[in-house]
């Protein structure tokens, strides 16, 4: 008797277990539809409020989206695509009558900035903005992640990019996925880039004239062609970045890390180099002429005359007096006018292999 006055009173502790924990499953469950209900509503006021007429009720839209890409994972891609829109419809450059602001309106720097929310780390979330032929003129942009995002022909002429400490540090390009963010033909005259990390990102025939780059990552960027003319790169990493028929006169590199960089045939005419690192740097063909080479590191650099079409080559402009103010070994590659000159040959001979 007793034994299935135990059994019974082991049933009922189960039963009320197994009901408790159903109740609760159905609380939480009506829990998580209220809150998706909630979601859906914000959602929705959110988006209309971008289409007002009010720049206060529009920033207001922004704002909201903001919270609910914080507030909800499953939402997260679907705000930065409807930013993404709205940017490209409101920062189209001014008509060319020259009536209209010559920046984009506030909201479009609220709007890229709700990007700072992102994943950290390139490529974490797998997005790729679409922010192509945009008009970003002086726009602040501190510690935006643009990683992956498709800039091409955008307009970002004095936009500040500079890098941040985390948790907002400016992040365009992505080595690790071999995606990068496409900024080819964008203008970025005068563009504030310090310390931005653009490894890897596409900037063929972008205009960074006197850009600030200043201790910018930029390793294994594509900037060949580029027009670079008195861009400030002291510090900048470069390795292995492609440079080839770039133009930089008169850009400052100095201490910059140039490291197994290509800069075939681009023009260095003017631009002060002194102590960057070039070891192992392709020049075959670059104009140097007026180059302060003060304290560069040459060695295993090759400087050697760029062959062109059939028997004829692109001479590699650089005088013995600049030579001989940069670090030489055995290891350069010298055009013979060079490496046969007497006070060449006893610079590297003095040096040996480094």
Request: aromatic share 4%; net charge neutral; charged share 25%.
């Amino acid at each position: 008797m007793e034994r299935a006055v135990t059994v019974l009173a082991a049933m009922a502790t189960l039963a009320v277990a197994s009901f408790t924990w159903v109740s609760l499953n159905q609380v939480d469950r009506e829990q998580e539809l209220t809150r998706d209900a909630q979601i859906t509503d914000r959602y929705n006021t959110a988006v209309g409020n971008l289409g007002n007429g009010s720049p206060d009720i529009r920033l207001g839209g922004i704002y909201a989206l903001q919270r609910i890409m914080l507030d909800s994972r499953r939402d997260y891609p679907t705000v930065i695509d409807v930013l993404s829109a709205y940017v490209r419809a409101h920062a189209t450059p001014p008509r060319t009558s020259g009536t209209g602001p010559r920046r984009p309106p506030n909201d479009v720097g609220a709007a890229l900035r709700v990007f700072r929310n992102r994943d950290a780390g390139w490529g974490s979330d797998g997005l790729m903005p679409d922010l192509a032929g945009t008009y970003l003129r002086g726009v602040n942009l501190q510690g935006v992640n643009l990683t992956n995002a498709d800039l091409t022909r955008a307009d970002l002429t004095g936009a500040d990019l500079r890098g941040e400490e985390a948790p907002h540090r400016t992040e365009v390009g992505d080595m690790e996925r071999l995606r990068t963010t496409d900024l080819t033909e964008a203008k970025l005259y005068g563009a504030n880039l310090t310390g931005a990390d653009l490894r890897g990102t596409e900037l063929h025939d972008a205009d960074l004239r006197n850009a600030r780059l200043h201790h910018a990552n930029l390793q294994g960027t594509k900037l060949h062609e580029a027009r670079m003319t008195g861009a400030d790169l002291r510090g900048a990493y470069l390795g292995s970045a492609r440079l080839s028929g770039t133009r930089l006169e008169k850009a400052v590199f100095t201490e910059a890390n140039l490291a197994d960089a290509d800069l075939r045939q681009a023009l260095l005419n003017g631009a002060d180099l002194s102590g960057a690192g070039l070891r192992r740097a392709k020049l075959r063909g670059a104009d140097l002429r007026g180059a302060k080479l003060a304290g560069a590191d040459l060695r295993g650099a090759d400087l050697r005359d760029a062959p062109t079409h059939g028997t004829s080559m692109d001479r590699t402009d650089i005088d013995v007096p600049a030579l001989l103010q940069a670090r030489l070994d055995r290891t350069v590659k010298l055009p013979a006018r060079l490496a046969d000159d007497p006070r060449v040959r006893k610079a590297v001979e003095s040096a040996g292999d480094g």
